[in-house]
């Protein structure tokens, strides 16, 4: 199944800067290491040198995954918290990302919401508590 591809952002004007929306979120699914086995053995080359900032999250997109982003690429959280978040991720994103550089301050700028979604994600859908302490900070007063 294809997440997200080239074809899809047309209006970004060339293949560069539409590799940049599938790319930062290909670059934070490296980051969390929500890729399949399949994929990393492939690509454990290129994967490293994301992980190291050699390549940037756009390059690593066209050059591996050849500006595609599918459920074979993604391990199966990966893929749930895909159908579930994708569409929001992309929705956000969009307006910025096509003016944007292919840099790891992009790349910053964005990992943190996606980071915090995934959590929320991960934990069941729940919300860090009102009080902004950890679940396991609950009994001190």
């Not at 997440?3 to 590799?19: K, Q, Y």
């Not at 929705?91 to 990992?111: E, H, R």
């Amino acid at each position: 199944m294809i997440i997200d591809d080239l074809d899809g952002h047309a209006e970004a004007g060339s293949i560069d800067r539409a590799a940049l929306v599938p790319g930062m979120y290909l670059g934070w699914c490296v980051s969390l290491q929500l890729l399949s086995a399949p994929f990393e053995a492939a690509h454990g080359r290129e994967i490293l040198r994301m992980r190291y900032r050699e390549l940037t999250p756009a390059a690593f997109s066209l050059k591996p995954a050849h500006g595609r982003l599918t459920d074979d690429v993604l391990s199966q959280q990966g893929c749930r918290f895909a159908e579930q978040h994708y569409a929001d991720y992309r929705a956000s994103v969009v307006p910025k990302l096509y003016d944007a550089k292919d840099d790891w301050d992009t790349y910053d700028s964005i990992a943190p919401a996606l980071t915090k979604a995934y959590y929320a994600f991960a934990e069941g859908g729940h919300q860090p508590a009102q009080s902004g302490r950890h679940w396991w900070q609950k009994w001190r007063s």
